[in-house]
């Protein structure tokens, strides 16, 4: 279940990935935050932080409710807006800092960068509102207990490391299994039927030009695809708890496999980096370590171990093909199915999330037994202090363990849920605002069945045309425009485009906020779009949304996507149509932050102008080739 080798140079590629996913984040947010976030932007943050309740309200009471550090900003001579650049700028170099000089990976770093992105989270509002965003939240959390307190720790062996990458590892089973568990407890009839996947290929948010290629493939081998996800999302992730190192590393194989597919497929930023470094948690270094010189098995332990991995391997083998009703056809096609009922699967819960924290209570033990005996064991001088700091580790990882519960079980099985302690849930309820556990379920529905509704923003100086379109940097717009390649860059507004094509502007204000800073032809919101969109200069009287569904085209196509017109989204209106008193009357927009004078704001506004002339995804590009090394040893192990 857990390894008795050290895990000190997994822990420090741990600590370097989510280091560089930290300072892709910030820097992806940072080229966005005069669009987003200026007093002229589409959400200004100075709406979030109250000027009087920060000169009526004392500041611990102000950072309990609502931990930022953006209440400092007026003290320092800064407005919000530039506060937020610096906390994203100075976190980015920190982050990229540490992830080449592991050395500095230690507690005061993380708790910067888990502080940094918090305060900025607090404000961010809707555009911030991403599973990812508190996923990483949750995982820097994880890293402040799990990096060394001093620099230099780096390649030194720790004794609670087994015990903290358990929490890591406990983490990731809490966030594949429900990632699994949701796609069939939504109902959602195409992951019922194995059907989602072409679908899925273009109706994601902001697909790549492979997943075009990817539709193209047999029927059979899309069936199948999903079957393979539910496999390795679901009864994969008990493999975690797998008690030698072969049953990890298949479910590590595959869990990687997986999410080099969504990489190839679609855009998901820096959750792909974040999504392999919680994999690490499933290895040791004895993975690092060649074959060569290390001690043999004894020969009854490694017939034990052969069978018990054919036992294994063999019984999962044979529930696949049972559950999915897996056939050869006579073209050698293999065909499948789903062979549970909804209510088999219900029972299949009940039974299933008991077992999860059972496995995981008795990991979370076992490791704690682990990190107790090498902190008295002879590789650790000052025994009686090691073992002290143990035992503080081992309350920290109970109660990590404990507030996770609620948030884990309330989504899949409300019978668990409801044998959950009272004090449990209320500790976990009092502590929501830091966002130290979540619940999470990626691709809980599929939507875009029929065709991705996809909003396609117009304007005119005519009320009667001839209307043009606005072009966003990577969402779908002109059919004859390919899917792009941004990952780790998210451009939340073209992510946020797609949120509201599924509903009303009624339910997405932000959307209005939008159209009236397109009216007014707001140069830090134009930044956001696509350079050679129409009205960078001179901004159009009137403008309108239409909404149209989009699928991909067909092979022999001239164009990469194919559309069709749905409706009316957003009515024609212009400037003068009373936008700005609606917006500012809901708070939406209209409060300011007096702008900070000095050097550090000057600074700020040099460094703008420079970061304004390149593509966002190319200067995230010139960093997060970074990975590559981080990734060098398993691939040669």
């Not at 407005?79 to 976190?91: G, P």
């Amino acid at each position: 279940m857990i390894s008795f080798h050290n895990v000190v140079k997994i822990r420090t590629f741990f600590l370097q990935f989510v280091a560089l996913s930290y300072a892709i984040a910030f820097y992806s947010l940072y080229l966005q935050i005069p669009g987003l976030y200026g007093d002229d932007g589409i959400l200004p943050a100075a709406s979030q932080i109250s000027s009087s309740a920060i000169s009526t309200t004392k500041i611990t009471e102000l950072l309990w409710n609502n931990p930022t550090l953006l209440y400092f900003a007026p003290s320092l001579n800064l407005s919000i807006t530039q506060m937020m650049e610096a906390i994203c700028l100075l976190c980015t170099i920190l982050g990229l800092l540490v992830t080449v000089k592991p050395s500095w990976l230690t507690k005061p770093v993380f708790i910067c960068l888990w502080v940094g992105y918090l305060s900025l989270y607090k404000v961010g509002q809707t555009f911030l509102w991403f599973q990812w965003d508190i996923l990483l939240l949750e995982t820097g959390f994880l890293a402040i207990i799990l990096s060394p307190l001093l620099w230099g720790y780096n390649r030194r062996a720790l004794p609670q490391d087994q015990l903290n990458m358990f929490l890591v590892r406990w983490l990731l089973f809490r966030m594949m299994f429900a990632s699994g568990v949701v796609k069939l407890t939504s109902q959602c009839p195409t992951w019922w039927g194995l059907t989602a996947m072409p679908t899925h290929y273009f109706s994601q948010c902001i697909p790549t030009p492979l997943a075009w290629f990817a539709t193209l493939l047999p029927d059979w081998i899309h069936r199948l695809s999903v079957a393979s996800t539910f496999v390795i999302e679901i009864p994969l992730t008990f493999f975690f708890f797998g008690p030698t190192s072969s049953i990890r590393k298949f479910t590590f194989f595959h869990q990687n496999l997986l999410m080099i597919m969504i990489m190839l497929t679609g855009n998901y930023n820096f959750f792909n980096f974040l999504y392999m470094a919680l994999c690490l948690s499933l290895a040791d270094d004895s993975w690092l370590r060649s074959k060569t010189g290390q001690q043999s098995q004894h020969p009854v332990t490694r017939c034990i171990c052969c069978l018990l991995h054919i036992g294994v391997y063999a019984g999962l083998g044979l529930m696949v093909a049972t559950a999915f009703n897996l056939k050869f056809a006579d073209d050698f096609t293999l065909s499948s199915e789903v062979a549970f009922s909804k209510e088999q699967f219900d029972d299949f819960l009940t039974y299933a999330v008991p077992i999860g924290i059972v496995l995981g209570a008795m990991g979370l033990i076992y490791a704690s037994c682990i990190s107790i005996y090498k902190s008295i064991g002879p590789s650790h001088s000052g025994s009686f202090m090691n073992f002290i700091t143990v035992v503080v580790y081992i309350a920290v990882a109970a109660f990590m363990f404990s507030v996770s519960l609620p948030s884990f079980t309330g989504q899949l099985d409300r019978t668990t849920y409801d044998k959950i302690p009272k004090s449990i849930k209320s500790m976990d309820k009092a502590l929501n605002q830091f966002e130290l556990t979540s619940r999470y379920g990626l691709f809980r529905s599929m939507t875009g069945v029929g065709g991705r509704p996809e909003i396609v923003l117009e304007g005119s100086d005519s009320i009667h045309g001839p209307w043009k379109e606005y072009s966003f940097l990577y969402k779908p717009g002109a059919v004859a425009v390919p899917p792009k390649f941004c990952l780790p860059h998210q451009p939340r507004l073209d992510w946020q485009m797609w949120f509201a094509a599924l509903g009303s502007y009624q339910q997405n204000p932000w959307f209005v906020s939008l159209v009236l800073r397109l009216l007014e032809g707001q140069k830090d919101v134009l930044q956001l779009l696509d350079p050679n969109t129409p009205f960078k200069a001179n901004p159009p009287k009137y403008i309108r949304a239409q909404k149209y569904l989009y699928t991909f085209s067909k092979l022999g196509s001239s164009d990469w996507w194919v559309r069709s017109l749905e409706g009316e989204y957003f009515p024609i209106v212009s400037a003068q149509d009373g936008l700005d008193n609606m917006l500012k009357k809901n708070g939406i927009i209209g409060a300011r932050s007096p702008p900070g004078k000095g050097v550090v704001p000057d600074l700020l506004s040099g460094i703008r102008s420079i970061t304004e002339g390149f593509p966002p995804h190319l200067q995230i590009w010139s960093f997060a080739w970074l990975a590559l090394p981080l990734f060098l040893p398993f691939v040669i192990s």
